[in-house]
């Protein structure tokens, strides 16, 4: 009998320690993904900016 409650204690327990564990790794992953868009905006604006420079330097590849 007590085998089966050490048992059950540590199944249980184990499914916890899942739960948590995996919860943890989603939660960076999430951390992960939202520094990578911000990253990624803000590459998006700098390329914008260096074509709006470039294109006022040399007007003449732009046909205007």
């Known amino acids: 009998m007590f085998a089966v409650v050490i048992t059950v204690i540590l199944y249980v327990a184990g499914f916890v320690f899942l739960y948590g ?12 993904l939202e520094l990578y868009r911000a990253k990624a905006r803000r590459a998006e604006e700098m390329a914008a900016s260096r074509d709006r420079t470039f294109l006022r330097e040399n007007a003449f590849l732009s046909g205007s």
């Open 21 to 32: 564990v995996i919860r943890v790794g989603v939660r960076h992953a999430l951390e992960d």
